[in-house]
């Protein structure tokens, strides 16, 4: 009996160090492949900004959607700074999902709304609407009132209710950058057959910001924010730029996504019935374009069009990532069938196996390491010189990885320009291995538990407040503001 177990403690000791040699070896192929894009992206981007003709294209006319749940003391400014976008033709539908707080009396107020009848086909069934809104001030303003059906639901009304083939979904609380719709549409009308667009979202907390306006960049002063600083700018600098080459992007950020409505119209919207959106979304229009043999291009660009407050409290980024967690296991549940399935290409035989060991299966593989080898190096099986060394390579290559995202960030991006800032977001990729990240991984392990235990729900996810930080800022803009040239007041 001791033999069985003594060889169960060896065999999945090499497992984990095979594991851990396969899926850094893939993140550095991701890295790679995002590196060329990243600085072809910034290139373009300059050139783009001295190209006036850039602006004057015909770029098609956009819906952005943004459904709002209890965002009283925010929506007004929300609202205000989207209608303040660079872009050409564009309509805002904003979803009031049964706040139980003044949001639409704010936008009736705020915008002179008035009813009107409710014209336009309902494609995607929704919850209830009560009532639809126009703008004596914009007319490319509607607001939609409707019965309480959740954020996807919420998207789902402002799609039926949407005029344009191209909808951009937006949170309310989040600021998109000025020229966020005309570098997310760029992709749509160079390359051929692009469904979806994603983008890089930057961490906004503790950033110099007016009206709705990033002027300056800044790293967080909380010790959670800052390490959310390190990792958006891995996540997708390489992770999900990388899959661009691969052709398996597969997910699109519910904080911004660019979407082809058609294509999600006709794979029936978004799901109510999951906390995971984004990700299901992006995966049902992987599954139905393949599953029907069409040509399709879902991609991500690394230019940051848009900045969310992340959390600042210990048990609300829990939540936040043990929901994250269980809508992956839902989502990947769900469309299971793609899973090593040629007619699937890279997506079934490589992304999907992929995001189910490396992201799905990644905490219980790392828990059970925690209590695989201390127990082989306490029976003798495995060597405390080798455990040494697989530790240190473990943290080296996980600093390698985050320290090249955060060099190819800034040479390439420039996003933050005090050399303050920069030496802090290496400290903190220092800091993200030893104790944050063992919390990371039991936080997606309550997100099994929560699943199996049939949780749909999405905790509630407290803020600081946009609205608050700017006012709690505002001697600061006395003086900074000063020192900012009008080209820094204009960068995202």
């Keep these: 009996m001791n033999d069985i177990f003594n060889n169960i403690i060896y065999y999945f000791s090499t497992f984990i160090v095979c594991y851990f040699i396969g899926l850094n070896s893939i993140y550095f192929i991701l890295l790679i492949f ?54 050409p033709n564009f309509e805002i539908v904003v979803v009031n999902d ?36 126009r703008s004596h001030k914009h007319e490319n303003l509607m607001v939609l009132d ?41 992709p749509m009308i160079t390359e051929k057959d692009v ?13 110099l910001f ?17 390490i959310q600083v390190v990792e958006y700018i891995r996540a997708y600098l390489f992770g999900r730029v990388g899959w661009n080459w691969l052709g ?37 229009l992987h599954h139905i374009q393949m599953k029907e043999g069409r040509r399709y291009k879902i991609v991500s660009i690394p230019d940051t069009v848009c900045w969310t407050e992340v959390p600042e409290d210990r048990k609300v980024l829990a939540r936040q990532r043990e929901r994250w967690h269980r809508g992956l296991i839902d989502s990947l549940i769900r469309h ?32 059970a390491g925690w209590i695989c080898f201390p127990v082989g190096l306490h029976l003798g099986i495995v060597d405390l010189n080798f455990f040494a060394l697989f530790i240190m390579a473990s943290v080296g290559l996980s600093l ?42 039991l936080w997606r392990m309550n997100g099994f538990i929560k699943y199996a235990l049939g949780s749909k729900s999405w905790g509630e996810m407290k803020r600081i407040g946009l609205k608050d930080n700017q006012d709690k800022d505002d001697e600061l803009f006395e003086g900074e503001e000063k020192e900012l040239s009008e080209d820094t007041k204009e960068a995202s």
């Design 146 to 186: 409707k019965e309480n059906g959740g954020k996807a639901d919420s998207l789902n009304a402002g799609i039926n209710a949407s005029q344009f083939a191209y909808f951009l979904a937006l949170d309310a609380d989040t600021l998109i950058a000025e020229d966020a719709l005309y570098r997310s549409m760029a």
């Design 210 to 226: 007016r009206h709705g306006r990033v002027l300056k960049v800044r790293f967080p002063k909380n010790f959670y924010a800052g």
């Design 98 to 133: 049964g706040s139980k707080d003044e949001t639409l009396e704010v936008l009736i107020n705020a915008f002179d709304l008035y009813l009107v009848p409710a014209a336009f086909q309902v494609k995607i069934p929704t919850s209830g609407i009560k009532g639809v809104y």
């Design 336 to 367: 299971r069938e793609m899973c090593f399935n040629p007619k699937y290409g890279i997506i079934g035989l490589f992304t999907y196996p992929f995001f189910i060991l490396g992201e799905l299966l990644a905490p219980v593989i790392e828990v």
């Design 34 to 87: 995002s590196t060329p894009q990243v600085f072809k992206r910034a290139r373009q981007a300059e050139l783009e900004e001295e190209d006036l003709f850039f602006y004057s294209k015909p770029f098609p006319p956009v819906t952005i959607i943004a459904p709002a749940f209890n965002e009283a003391p925010i929506i007004e400014a929300s609202v205000t700074q989207m209608m303040e976008l660079k872009y």
């Design 195 to 207: 469904v979806a667009v994603g983008g890089t979202v930057g961490v906004i907390n503790n950033c």
């Design 248 to 284: 398996g992007n597969m997910v699109i950020s519910g904080a911004f996504g660019l979407f082809n409505k058609q294509k999600v119209i006709d794979c029936g919207g978004y799901l109510s019935d999951t906390v995971g959106e984004d990700l299901e979304l992006t995966l049902k």
């Design 400 to 441: 390698l990885l985050t320290f090249a995202s955060i060099l190819l960030a800034q040479v390439a991006m420039g996003r933050y320009h005090s050399d303050k800032d920069f030496l802090k977001m290496f400290l903190f990729t220092v800091l993200e291995n030893f104790g944050y990240r063992q919390m990371t991984v």
